[in-house]
C-alpha cells in the first residue's frame, strides 16, 4: 500500500513515509511551478539574455555584447520614452495617492444611502482597462464628446486631447487616475474602517479637532496599506502600456511613447528583438530599483510610525485611565 | 450627547463635503452614463452638435447590439465564446493548480521549500510588460501560437494566487489535516476532501481574481493570436475597433463599440452584486485583510 | 459518478484546447499547399475573391491537390503574423510579399531559390514581365521570387478639362507648372494640380527625376544631403507656396480624393492601383480623365511599388508552391486580376488581348510608365528612415511652412537615418541580400524589342532611357555605378 497515514505522537515517520510526502509534494506543485517556471521565469531569463544579442525577426542570434544597452543610452526615441514614462509616474503617482485617500475619507461614513454612493464610486473597478479606454475615447473626442462640449459652453477653445502632442499625455492620465484612484480608494476605505474607534474617541476626548485627529491617529494607523498603495501605484505606472497602445501607439509625434510600448514596438514593428529586450530588461530593472528604494524608506517611515503610535496609544491610555 | 446647533463652520464643512461627494459621484459614474447612452443611439445621434446630453427616449434603439452579433468584424457570438472559454480556463486551472501548490508550499514537507518560495515571491515582481517580448517568442516556438492554450497557458498559474493559498493554509490548523491522515485518507483526499472545503473563502477569492483576469484578458491574447483570428477575445476586438475610430473615417458605428463594452461589463456586474465580497478580496487580491 | 464527470470535464478541455487554427486536414488525403497574402480584409474584398478563384481553378486543373489561401490578413499586420509562422515552423509554401519586404526573408535563408523551377519550366516566360521588376526579384544570380503586380506612379487629369485650356498632359516639370498656370489663367482653377506633398513615397520619383537619390548603390550610406534632393523638396513645396498651382492644404490633411471628386483639381499625382477603382469611386468623371506617365525632371523615372511571390525554403511541395505561382500569373489569370481588382497587371502579355484593351483602356496608357519604373531602396532598414524619419523630420516640417530651412531638415534627417542604417549594418553585418550584388539573372532578349518599340514608348518615338536600364534585357550583369542612375545620362 503506497498511502500509508501519519501517526500523531512521536513516533518519527519512516524514511519511506517522508520520501513519499517529498514526491506528494512535488507532483502537488509541478503543474503550477511549470507553469510559472515557462511562463516567467524563462522570458524573465530570455529577456536578460537576449538583450547582450543581436535578435533578428526570425531568430537568427548573434552576439553583441553591450551594444542594445549603448544603442538605448543614444536613441532619441528610446530616451524620450523613459522621459515621458518617468514624467507620468511623477504626475500620477502623487495625484493617485491623494485622490483615492481623499476619496477613501468622503467614504468613510455612514448614513442612509451611502452603499448606493459607494457603488457608484466603484463603478471604474467594474469596469474592464480596454471598456474604460474606450469610453474615454469618445469622451474626449475633439469635436463630439462631453468635455469639449462642456468647456465650450463655458466659453473656452476646444481640445484636440488625444491627437495633440500637448494634451494626449494628459488626457491618459486623467483616464488612468479614473480607474486607479477608485481602485485603492476601496483598499484604503478597506484600511480607514480598520482604524480602531477607540483611538479615535480617545482622541476626540483629548480635545484633537479633526485635522490632528488624521495627522495623529488614522495616518498612522493606515500607513502600511497607504505605502502599499504607493508602491503598487508605482509599479503600475512605469508598466503602463494599454491606454497609449489603444489610443495614440505612442501618439501624436512620440508624446506618448512609453517604455513597454516602445520595446513592443521595437520587437514587432522593427523586428529588433535584441534591442527589444535591452529596453524590456531596463524596465524590470528600473522597476526593481524602485521598488526596493520604496521598501525601503517606507520600513524607515514605519518604524518611526510605530513608535509614534505606540507612544501615543500609551499617552491615550494614561489619559484614559484617568478619566 | 446631546446633539448641539450647528456651528456655521460645522455647517460650512457639510456643504464642502456635500459638493465634494457629489462631483466624485459625477466624475466616476458619468462616463458609465455615456457607455450606456452611446450603445443605444445611432451615429447620427452620436455626431449630432450640439451634444444631446440626454437623448430622447424615441430615439434609442438596440440595433447596435444585434449588429454586432451579426458584423464580420465583430463576430461578437463567436468573441464571447472564446472570451467565457478563456476566463473560465483560466479559473479552473488556477483554482486546482494553485490550491495544490500552496497546500504542499504550507502542510506537506519538502526540501527546498524555501527555496521555491522565495522564487515565487521574486517572479511576482516581475512585470508582465517587462517580458512580454521573451513570453512571446517561447510560446511562439512552441508552436502555440494562436491556439487556445497558447492564451491560457501563461495565465494558467499565477504565483500570487500561489502565495495567497500558501498564506491562507498557513492559517489552517494542522489538526484537521492530521485528522484526515489518521483516518486513512492519501494526500489527494486530505486536498480535495478537507484543506479545499477549509479553505472556501481564500479559493472563491482566487476564483474570482482570475476569472476577471481571463474575462478581461488583453495584452497578451493580442499578441499571440493572429489578426482577426477565431480566437479573439472581447478586450482585443474592442480594442483594435476603438484605434480604428480614432483616424475618424472609420465605417463602423461608434454605437457598435460602447455595446461591446456594455457587454463585457455585464458578467463583472453581476458578479459584484452576486459575489460582492468575494469581489472586493479577489480585487484586491487579499491586500485588504492581511 | 464523481469521477466520470471529472474525465468528462477534462476531455472537453482537451478538446478545445488544442483545437487548432484551421481545417484539419487529417481526413483529406490531397495534397495541400497553403498561400497567404494581404488584403483589405473582408469577404467581398476583391483581392480576397481574386485569390479564392485562383486556388479554386487550380484545384479544378490539378485534382488530387488543395489550396488553403489565407487571404483576410491586413496589410499592416502580414509581415508580424508571416515572421510568427516562421518562428513556429510552419510557413505557408508559397506567399506574397511586399518588395520592401523581401530583404528580410532573403537575408535570414528563408526563400527558394527559383533558378531550377524557371529554367525547367517552358511554360513560365520571364521576358513577358517589365524588366525592372525582374531586377527586384533577384539578388546577384539567384532570384528568389516572381512578379506578381505592379503599381505605378500616373499623371491623372481631366481630359474635358485639359481639352477646354486648349493644353496637352505635362511631360516634364517645366510644363506642369505652365500647364496649371494656363489652367489658372483659362478656366478659373484657383490649384488645378494635386499630389500628396508630404508622403515619402511620393517624394521618392521627384528625387530621382532631380539626379538625386536617397542611398548609396551599397545601401551603406544616406546621400540625401545634396542639392538635386533639396532641389526636389524644393520644387513640390514651390508647387503650393510659389508658382502657387497646388492646394496648401493638402499639407495638413486635405485629401486628393475629395478634391478630385469635387472637380476643383484638374491633374493629379496617383498611383495605378486607382485606376480600376476610379470610374467607381467617381463616377462623374467617366469618360472625361486619362493617365500619363510622370512628368519628368532632369530625369525620366517613373515610380512604382510591387509585390512578388516567393516559396518558402521550409516548404513540403515547392513543386506545386511553383505550378501555382506561374499559375497565377499566366496572362489569361493576369486578366481577371485586372478585372476583378481594377489593378493593373504584370504580365506584359495581357496588354496585347483585344479584351484587356477594350475592357481597360487606361491601364494601356500605364505601360509605358511600367518600363520607366523604379523601386523602392529594397533594404530592410529602408521603411523605417524613409517613412519614418525622412517623413516626420522634413516633408511633415517643411510642407507646411514655406519658409522652413529644407537643407537644414534634408541634413538633420541624414544623419539620424545614417545611424539607423549604420546600426542596421552592425547587426547584420554581411547578410543584407539585396546590395552589392548587382542582379544578373537572365530576363529574355524579347525586352530589347519591347523598350524600343515606339508604341511602347508612346510619344512618337524612342525616348533615351535612364541609364539604369542599361544592361538589363539582354542578360548581361549590369554595372552597379550604372544601375543606380548616379552617372551622368
Same mark, same amino acid.
Given at each position: 500500500?503506497?498511502?500509508?497515514?501519519?501517526?500523531?505522537?512521536?513516533?518519527?515517520?519512516?524514511?519511506?513515509?517522508?520520501?513519499?510526502?517529498?514526491?506528494?509534494?512535488?507532483?502537488?506543485?509541478?503543474?503550477?511551478?511549470?507553469?510559472?517556471?515557462?511562463?516567467?521565469?524563462?522570458?524573465?531569463?530570455?529577456?536578460?539574455?537576449?538583450?547582450?544579442?543581436?535578435?533578428?525577426?526570425?531568430?537568427?542570434?548573434?552576439?553583441?555584447?553591450?551594444?542594445?544597452?549603448?544603442?538605448?543610452?543614444?536613441?532619441?526615441?528610446?530616451?524620450?520614452?523613459?522621459?515621458?514614462?518617468?514624467?507620468?509616474?511623477?504626475?500620477?503617482?502623487?495625484?493617485?495617492?491623494?485622490?483615492?485617500?481623499?476619496?477613501?475619507?468622503?467614504?468613510?461614513?455612514?448614513?442612509?444611502?451611502?452603499?448606493?454612493?459607494?457603488?457608484?464610486?466603484?463603478?471604474?473597478?467594474?469596469?474592464?482597462?480596454?471598456?474604460?479606454?474606450?469610453?474615454?475615447?469618445?469622451?474626449?473626442?475633439?469635436?463630439?464628446?462631453?468635455?469639449?462640449?462642456?468647456?465650450?459652453?463655458?466659453?473656452?477653445?476646444?481640445?484636440?486631447?488625444?491627437?495633440?502632442?500637448?494634451?494626449?499625455?494628459?488626457?491618459?492620465?486623467?483616464?488612468?487616475?479614473?480607474?486607479?484612484?477608485?481602485?485603492?480608494?476601496?483598499?484604503?476605505?478597506?484600511?480607514?474602517?480598520?482604524?480602531?474607534?477607540?483611538?479615535?474617541?480617545?482622541?476626540?476626548?483629548?480635545?484633537?479637532?479633526?485635522?490632528?485627529?488624521?495627522?495623529?491617529?488614522?495616518?498612522?494607523?493606515?500607513?502600511?496599506?497607504?505605502?502599499?498603495?504607493?508602491?503598487?501605484?508605482?509599479?503600475?505606472?512605469?508598466?503602463?502600456?494599454?491606454?497609449?497602445?489603444?489610443?495614440?501607439?505612442?501618439?501624436?509625434?512620440?508624446?506618448?511613447?512609453?517604455?513597454?510600448?516602445?520595446?513592443?514596438?521595437?520587437?514587432?514593428?522593427?523586428?529588433?528583438?535584441?534591442?527589444?529586450?535591452?529596453?524590456?530588461?531596463?524596465?524590470?530593472?528600473?522597476?526593481?530599483?524602485?521598488?526596493?528604494?520604496?521598501?525601503?524608506?517606507?520600513?524607515?517611515?514605519?518604524?518611526?510610525?510605530?513608535?509614534?503610535?505606540?507612544?501615543?496609544?500609551?499617552?491615550?491610555?494614561?489619559?484614559?485611565?484617568?478619566? | 450627547?446631546?446633539?448641539?446647533?450647528?456651528?456655521?463652520?460645522?455647517?460650512?464643512?457639510?456643504?464642502?463635503?456635500?459638493?465634494?461627494?457629489?462631483?466624485?459621484?459625477?466624475?466616476?459614474?458619468?462616463?458609465?452614463?455615456?457607455?450606456?447612452?452611446?450603445?443605444?443611439?445611432?451615429?447620427?445621434?452620436?455626431?449630432?452638435?450640439?451634444?444631446?446630453?440626454?437623448?430622447?427616449?424615441?430615439?434609442?434603439?438596440?440595433?447596435?447590439?444585434?449588429?454586432?452579433?451579426?458584423?464580420?468584424?465583430?463576430?461578437?457570438?463567436?468573441?464571447?465564446?472564446?472570451?467565457?472559454?478563456?476566463?473560465?480556463?483560466?479559473?479552473?486551472?488556477?483554482?486546482?493548480?494553485?490550491?495544490?501548490?500552496?497546500?504542499?508550499?504550507?502542510?506537506?514537507?519538502?526540501?527546498?521549500?524555501?527555496?521555491?518560495?522565495?522564487?515565487?515571491?521574486?517572479?511576482?515582481?516581475?512585470?508582465?510588460?517587462?517580458?512580454?517580448?521573451?513570453?512571446?517568442?517561447?510560446?511562439?516556438?512552441?508552436?502555440?501560437?494562436?491556439?487556445?492554450?497558447?492564451?491560457?497557458?501563461?495565465?494558467?498559474?499565477?504565483?500570487?494566487?500561489?502565495?495567497?493559498?500558501?498564506?491562507?493554509?498557513?492559517?489552517?490548523?494542522?489538526?484537521?489535516?492530521?485528522?484526515?491522515?489518521?483516518?486513512?485518507?492519501?494526500?489527494?483526499?486530505?486536498?480535495?476532501?478537507?484543506?479545499?472545503?477549509?479553505?472556501?473563502?481564500?479559493?472563491?477569492?482566487?476564483?474570482?481574481?482570475?476569472?476577471?483576469?481571463?474575462?478581461?484578458?488583453?495584452?497578451?491574447?493580442?499578441?499571440?493570436?493572429?489578426?482577426?483570428?477565431?480566437?479573439?477575445?472581447?478586450?482585443?476586438?474592442?480594442?483594435?475597433?476603438?484605434?480604428?475610430?480614432?483616424?475618424?473615417?472609420?465605417?463602423?458605428?461608434?454605437?457598435?463599440?460602447?455595446?461591446?463594452?456594455?457587454?463585457?461589463?455585464?458578467?463583472?456586474?453581476?458578479?459584484?452584486?452576486?459575489?460582492?465580497?468575494?469581489?472586493?478580496?479577489?480585487?484586491?487580491?487579499?491586500?485588504?485583510?492581511? | 459518478?464523481?469521477?466520470?464527470?471529472?474525465?468528462?470535464?477534462?476531455?472537453?478541455?482537451?478538446?478545445?484546447?488544442?483545437?487548432?487554427?484551421?481545417?484539419?486536414?487529417?481526413?483529406?488525403?490531397?495534397?495541400?499547399?497553403?498561400?497567404?497574402?494581404?488584403?483589405?480584409?473582408?469577404?467581398?474584398?476583391?483581392?480576397?475573391?481574386?485569390?479564392?478563384?485562383?486556388?479554386?481553378?487550380?484545384?479544378?486543373?490539378?485534382?488530387?491537390?488543395?489550396?488553403?489561401?489565407?487571404?483576410?490578413?491586413?496589410?499592416?499586420?502580414?509581415?508580424?503574423?508571416?515572421?510568427?509562422?516562421?518562428?513556429?515552423?510552419?510557413?505557408?509554401?508559397?506567399?506574397?510579399?511586399?518588395?520592401?519586404?523581401?530583404?528580410?526573408?532573403?537575408?535570414?535563408?528563408?526563400?527558394?531559390?527559383?533558378?531550377?523551377?524557371?529554367?525547367?519550366?517552358?511554360?513560365?516566360?520571364?521576358?513577358?514581365?517589365?524588366?525592372?521588376?525582374?531586377?527586384?526579384?533577384?539578388?546577384?544570380?539567384?532570384?528568389?521570387?516572381?512578379?506578381?503586380?505592379?503599381?505605378?506612379?500616373?499623371?491623372?487629369?481631366?481630359?474635358?478639362?485639359?481639352?477646354?485650356?486648349?493644353?496637352?498632359?505635362?511631360?516634364?516639370?517645366?510644363?506642369?507648372?505652365?500647364?496649371?498656370?494656363?489652367?489658372?489663367?483659362?478656366?478659373?482653377?484657383?490649384?488645378?494640380?494635386?499630389?500628396?506633398?508630404?508622403?515619402?513615397?511620393?517624394?521618392?520619383?521627384?528625387?530621382?527625376?532631380?539626379?538625386?537619390?536617397?542611398?548609396?548603390?551599397?545601401?551603406?550610406?544616406?546621400?540625401?544631403?545634396?542639392?538635386? *534632393?533639396?532641389?526636389?523638396? $524644393? /520644387?513640390? #513645396?514651390?508647387?503650393?507656396?510659389?508658382? @502657387?498651382?497646388?492646394?496648401?492644404? %493638402?499639407?495638413?490633411?486635405?485629401?486628393?480624393?475629395?478634391?478630385?471628386?469635387?472637380?476643383?483639381?484638374?491633374?493629379?499625382?496617383?498611383?495605378?492601383?486607382?485606376?480600376?477603382?476610379?470610374?467607381?469611386?467617381?463616377?462623374?468623371?467617366?469618360?472625361?480623365?486619362?493617365?500619363?506617365?510622370?512628368?519628368?525632371?532632369?530625369?525620366?523615372?517613373?515610380?512604382?511599388?510591387?509585390?512578388?511571390?516567393?516559396?518558402?525554403?521550409?516548404?513540403?511541395?515547392?513543386?506545386?508552391?511553383?505550378?501555382?505561382?506561374?499559375?497565377?500569373?499566366?496572362?489569361?489569370?493576369?486578366?481577371?486580376?485586372?478585372?476583378?481588382?481594377?489593378?493593373?497587371?504584370?504580365?506584359?502579355? *495581357?496588354?496585347?488581348?483585344? $479584351? /484587356?484593351? #477594350?475592357?481597360?483602356?487606361?491601364?494601356? @496608357?500605364?505601360?509605358?510608365?511600367? %518600363?520607366?519604373?523604379?523601386?523602392?531602396?529594397?533594404?530592410?532598414?529602408?521603411?523605417?528612415?524613409?517613412?519614418?524619419?525622412?517623413?516626420?523630420?522634413?516633408?511633415?516640417?517643411?510642407?507646411?511652412?514655406?519658409?522652413?530651412?529644407?537643407?537644414?531638415?534634408?541634413?538633420?534627417?541624414?544623419?539620424?537615418?545614417?545611424?539607423?542604417?549604420?546600426?542596421?549594418?552592425?547587426?547584420?553585418?554581411?547578410?543584407?541580400?539585396?546590395?552589392?550584388?548587382?542582379?544578373?539573372?537572365?530576363?529574355?532578349?524579347?525586352?530589347?524589342?519591347?523598350?524600343?518599340?515606339?508604341?511602347?514608348?508612346?510619344?512618337?518615338?524612342?525616348?533615351?532611357?535612364?541609364?539604369?536600364?542599361?544592361?538589363?534585357?539582354?542578360?548581361?550583369?549590369?554595372?552597379?555605378?550604372?544601375?543606380?542612375?548616379?552617372?551622368?545620362?
Amino acid at each position: 500500500m503506497p498511502h500509508e497515514p501519519w501517526e500523531i505522537g512521536n513516533c518519527p515517520r519512516s524514511r519511506a513515509r517522508r520520501w513519499h510526502e517529498a514526491v506528494t509534494g512535488a507532483t502537488f506543485l509541478l503543474p503550477g511551478l511549470a507553469i510559472i517556471f515557462l511562463c516567467v521565469a524563462i522570458p524573465g531569463a530570455l529577456a536578460f539574455g537576449l538583450s547582450f544579442t543581436h535578435c533578428s525577426r526570425f531568430l537568427s542570434i548573434q552576439w553583441a555584447g553591450l551594444y542594445n544597452y549603448r544603442k538605448l543610452l543614444a536613441d532619441p526615441v528610446a530616451l524620450k520614452a523613459f522621459a515621458n514614462t518617468l514624467r507620468y509616474v511623477a504626475v500620477f503617482v502623487p495625484l493617485n495617492l491623494v485622490i483615492a485617500l481623499t476619496i477613501s475619507l468622503l467614504l468613510n461614513r455612514e448614513f442612509r444611502g451611502m452603499k448606493a454612493i459607494r457603488s457608484v464610486y466603484f463603478v471604474p473597478v467594474a469596469v474592464s482597462g480596454v471598456v474604460a479606454i474606450s469610453i474615454f475615447r469618445f469622451l474626449f473626442d475633439r469635436d463630439y464628446g462631453p468635455i469639449n462640449a462642456a468647456l465650450g459652453t463655458l466659453g473656452f477653445e476646444k481640445v484636440p486631447w488625444l491627437w495633440s502632442e500637448h494634451w494626449a499625455m494628459w488626457a491618459i492620465i486623467a483616464l488612468a487616475l479614473w480607474k486607479s484612484a477608485a481602485f485603492f480608494s476601496l483598499i484604503l476605505l478597506a484600511a480607514l474602517q480598520d482604524v480602531s474607534a477607540d483611538l479615535q474617541q480617545a482622541a476626540v476626548v483629548d480635545g484633537a479637532g479633526p485635522v490632528a485627529r488624521f495627522l495623529h491617529v488614522t495616518l498612522p494607523s493606515i500607513w502600511g496599506v497607504l505605502m502599499t498603495v504607493l508602491i503598487l501605484s508605482s509599479i503600475g505606472a512605469f508598466r503602463v502600456f494599454e491606454p497609449m497602445f489603444v489610443l495614440t501607439k505612442g501618439g501624436p509625434n512620440d508624446a506618448t511613447q512609453t517604455i513597454a510600448l516602445q520595446a513592443y514596438d521595437t520587437a514587432f514593428t522593427g523586428g529588433e528583438l535584441g534591442y527589444a529586450c535591452a529596453i524590456s530588461f531596463a524596465l524590470l530593472a528600473v522597476i526593481l530599483v524602485v521598488t526596493a528604494a520604496m521598501n525601503k524608506l517606507t520600513a524607515l517611515g514605519r518604524g518611526r510610525r510605530s513608535v509614534a503610535i505606540a507612544m501615543e496609544r500609551r499617552r491615550l491610555g494614561e489619559g484614559g485611565r484617568r478619566a | 450627547m446631546r446633539r448641539r446647533r450647528r456651528t456655521p463652520r460645522q455647517q460650512a464643512a457639510t456643504f464642502v463635503y456635500g459638493v465634494l461627494l457629489a462631483a466624485g459621484v459625477v466624475v466616476f459614474g458619468f462616463p458609465l452614463y455615456w457607455m450606456v447612452r452611446g450603445a443605444l443611439i445611432n451615429q447620427a445621434m452620436w455626431m449630432r452638435v450640439p451634444l444631446v446630453w440626454l437623448p430622447p427616449l424615441k430615439s434609442l434603439s438596440l440595433e447596435a447590439f444585434a449588429a454586432i452579433f451579426a458584423s464580420e468584424q465583430f463576430r461578437m457570438s463567436r468573441v464571447l465564446l472564446n472570451t467565457a472559454l478563456v476566463a473560465v480556463f483560466m479559473m479552473g486551472f488556477n483554482v486546482i493548480f494553485d490550491c495544490m501548490a500552496g497546500f504542499a508550499l504550507s502542510k506537506m514537507r519538502l526540501p527546498g521549500k524555501g527555496l521555491v518560495l522565495a522564487a515565487l515571491l521574486t517572479t511576482i515582481m516581475v512585470p508582465f510588460e517587462g517580458m512580454m517580448v521573451p513570453l512571446y517568442l517561447t510560446v511562439t516556438r512552441l508552436g502555440l501560437a494562436d491556439t487556445m492554450l497558447g492564451i491560457i497557458l501563461p495565465g494558467a498559474a499565477s504565483a500570487f494566487c500561489i502565495v495567497l493559498m500558501w498564506r491562507f493554509f498557513n492559517t489552517v490548523p494542522d489538526e484537521i489535516i492530521e485528522a484526515a491522515a489518521v483516518d486513512g485518507a492519501s494526500w489527494g483526499q486530505i486536498l480535495f476532501s478537507v484543506a479545499m472545503p477549509a479553505a472556501a473563502p481564500a479559493i472563491a477569492t482566487i476564483a474570482v481574481f482570475t476569472f476577471l483576469a481571463g474575462w478581461e484578458a488583453f495584452v497578451w491574447p493580442l499578441l499571440i493570436t493572429d489578426p482577426q483570428s477565431k480566437f479573439d477575445v472581447l478586450q482585443k476586438v474592442l480594442a483594435n475597433a476603438t484605434y480604428a475610430s480614432m483616424g475618424g473615417t472609420t465605417q463602423t458605428e461608434w454605437a457598435y463599440l460602447m455595446a461591446t463594452g456594455l457587454i463585457s461589463t455585464l458578467p463583472v456586474l453581476a458578479l459584484f452584486l452576486l459575489f460582492q465580497r468575494f469581489f472586493i478580496a479577489g480585487l484586491t487580491g487579499g491586500a485588504v485583510k492581511g | 459518478m464523481k469521477h466520470a464527470l471529472v474525465v468528462l470535464l477534462a476531455a472537453a478541455a482537451a478538446f478545445v484546447l488544442l483545437g487548432r487554427r484551421g481545417e484539419r486536414d487529417g481526413g483529406d488525403r490531397r495534397l495541400a499547399i497553403e498561400f497567404w497574402t494581404y488584403s483589405g480584409g473582408g469577404s467581398a474584398d476583391a483581392t480576397v475573391r481574386f485569390w479564392e478563384k485562383v486556388a479554386r481553378d487550380f484545384e479544378r486543373a490539378h485534382p488530387g491537390v488543395r489550396v488553403r489561401a489565407v487571404t483576410n490578413i491586413a496589410h499592416g499586420q502580414y509581415l508580424s503574423v508571416l515572421t510568427t509562422r516562421f518562428i513556429g515552423g510552419n510557413p505557408p509554401d508559397v506567399f506574397v510579399l511586399d518588395d520592401n519586404m523581401t530583404p528580410d526573408l532573403i537575408r535570414e535563408g528563408l526563400l527558394l531559390p527559383l533558378n531550377r523551377f524557371v529554367a525547367a519550366d517552358r511554360s513560365y516566360h520571364v521576358a513577358d514581365f517589365p524588366p525592372t521588376m525582374l531586377r527586384d526579384g533577384c539578388t546577384g544570380a539567384v532570384r528568389y521570387s516572381i512578379p506578381l503586380y505592379g503599381g505605378y506612379g500616373c499623371l491623372f487629369y481631366r481630359t474635358d478639362l485639359l481639352a477646354q485650356a486648349g493644353v496637352a498632359p505635362p511631360r516634364t516639370w517645366s510644363e506642369l507648372v505652365a500647364v496649371s498656370r494656363t489652367l489658372r489663367v483659362k478656366l478659373g482653377m484657383e490649384y488645378p494640380f494635386a499630389m500628396e506633398p508630404t508622403a515619402a513615397f511620393w517624394m521618392m520619383p521627384f528625387i530621382w527625376q532631380n539626379g538625386g537619390d536617397i542611398l548609396s548603390p551599397d545601401h551603406r550610406r544616406v546621400v540625401i544631403d545634396t542639392p538635386p *534632393v533639396v532641389g526636389a523638396i $524644393a /520644387f513640390v #513645396r514651390d508647387l503650393m507656396y510659389r508658382y @502657387r498651382v497646388m492646394d496648401p492644404s %493638402l499639407a495638413s490633411g486635405a485629401t486628393l480624393d475629395a478634391l478630385w471628386s469635387s472637380g476643383r483639381v484638374a491633374m493629379m499625382i496617383n498611383g495605378g492601383w486607382s485606376i480600376g477603382t476610379s470610374d467607381v469611386n467617381f463616377p462623374q468623371w467617366r469618360s472625361r480623365w486619362e493617365v500619363a506617365p510622370l512628368p519628368a525632371g532632369k530625369r525620366d523615372v517613373g515610380f512604382y511599388g510591387g509585390q512578388h511571390l516567393m516559396i518558402a525554403k521550409a516548404s513540403q511541395h515547392p513543386e506545386l508552391a511553383w505550378r501555382f505561382m506561374v499559375f497565377a500569373t499566366a496572362p489569361r489569370r493576369q486578366l481577371q486580376w485586372s478585372d476583378i481588382t481594377g489593378s493593373p497587371p504584370s504580365n506584359l502579355r *495581357v496588354f496585347d488581348m483585344p $479584351a /484587356f484593351q #477594350r475592357r481597360h483602356p487606361h491601364f494601356v @496608357r500605364m505601360r509605358e510608365a511600367m %518600363l520607366h519604373g523604379r523601386n523602392n531602396p529594397l533594404a530592410p532598414f529602408f521603411n523605417k528612415i524613409w517613412y519614418g524619419r525622412f517623413q516626420s523630420r522634413v516633408l511633415d516640417v517643411v510642407m507646411k511652412d514655406p519658409r522652413a530651412d529644407i537643407a537644414a531638415a534634408v541634413r538633420a534627417a541624414a544623419r539620424e537615418m545614417q545611424a539607423i542604417v549604420d546600426d542596421s549594418w552592425t547587426v547584420h553585418p554581411q547578410r543584407d541580400g539585396t546590395t552589392g550584388a548587382a542582379p544578373s539573372c537572365p530576363v529574355g532578349a524579347r525586352h530589347a524589342r519591347l523598350l524600343h518599340n515606339p508604341e511602347v514608348t508612346g510619344r512618337g518615338g524612342t525616348r533615351p532611357l535612364p541609364s539604369m536600364f542599361v544592361g538589363v534585357g539582354v542578360g548581361l550583369p549590369a554595372d552597379p555605378r550604372r544601375a543606380s542612375g548616379d552617372a551622368a545620362s
